[in-house]
């Protein structure tokens, strides 16, 4: 009677282990454009002499997401974040042709830890801003940017895993634009 329920609990215990499991693992989700993208007030572009002037011509590197394994950066995403985080500090004009500059991205890495309690997601990332006309290179850089997504954050893996990589990807992209603020005239 004992071995009886004994196996009994134990077969109840494996069953929620395996439930309380599946609620934390879930199902991976792409970064999202407006999490990765830079909110900052325009008046720090007051007087860069990129206002208005930079359009983002290309972004390669990135992968997709696939549902069944990790969340990922990809490129498209990852382009309209920049394109967006721009917009946002004044640094494009919406009008691609207006703009005297085309900046191009190359994502060389999104480093993921594969478990984890706190996840740290960091990315490499190079990028290059020419003159549209001279095709002179004025700008060129690789970034790193970590981000961690702690446990209080997001009890699931997964989701914990997608706020990494948008914190990761925001940081790069606020890195650059730091960079850019900075930069004297051409």
Same mark, same amino acid.
């Given at each position: 009677?004992?071995?009886?329920?004994?196996?009994?609990?134990?077969?109840?215990?494996?069953?929620?282990?395996?439930?309380?499991?599946?609620? #934390?693992?879930?199902?991976?989700?792409?970064a999202?454009?407006?999490?990765m993208?830079?909110?900052?007030?325009?008046?720090?572009?007051a007087?860069? !002499? &990129?206002?208005?002037?930079?359009? %983002?011509?290309?972004?390669?590197?990135?992968?997709e997401?696939? !549902?069944m394994?990790?969340?990922?950066?990809?490129s498209?995403? &990852?382009?309209?974040?920049l394109?967006?985080?721009?917009?946002?500090?004044?640094?494009?004009?919406?009008?691609?042709?207006?703009?005297?500059?085309?900046?191009?991205?190359?994502?060389?890495?999104?480093?993921?830890?594969?478990?984890?309690?706190?996840?740290?997601?960091?990315?490499?990332?190079?990028?290059?801003?020419?003159?549209?006309?001279?095709?002179?290179?004025i &700008?060129?850089?690789?970034?790193?940017?970590?981000?961690?997504?702690?446990?209080?954050?997001? #009890? %699931?893996g997964?989701?914990?895993?997608?706020l990494?990589?948008?914190?990761?990807?925001?940081?790069?992209?606020? #890195?650059?634009?730091?960079?850019?603020?900075?930069?004297?005239?051409?």
């Amino acid at each position: 009677m004992m071995r009886v329920m004994t196996s009994s609990v134990l077969a109840c215990i494996k069953a929620m282990g395996l439930l309380i499991m599946a609620g #934390l693992v879930g199902c991976a989700s792409p970064a999202r454009i407006a999490e990765m993208s830079v909110q900052q007030p325009v008046a720090q572009t007051a007087t860069s !002499p &990129f206002q208005r002037s930079i359009a %983002v011509m290309e972004v390669t590197g990135g992968r997709e997401t696939n !549902p069944m394994w990790s969340s990922q950066v990809s490129s498209d995403s &990852f382009q309209r974040a920049l394109e967006i985080s721009l917009q946002n500090l004044n640094l494009s004009d919406p009008v691609k042709s207006a703009n005297r500059y085309h900046l191009t991205a190359d994502i060389l890495e999104v480093s993921q830890p594969m478990l984890g309690l706190d996840i740290t997601v960091t990315t490499v990332v190079r990028y290059s801003l020419v003159n549209a006309t001279s095709r002179k290179e004025i &700008f060129s850089k690789v970034i790193n940017a970590a981000y961690t997504a702690k446990m209080s954050d997001a #009890l %699931v893996g997964t989701e914990r895993m997608r706020l990494a990589n948008e914190g990761a990807a925001r940081a790069n992209i606020k #890195l650059l634009t730091d960079e850019l603020l900075r930069q004297p005239a051409p």
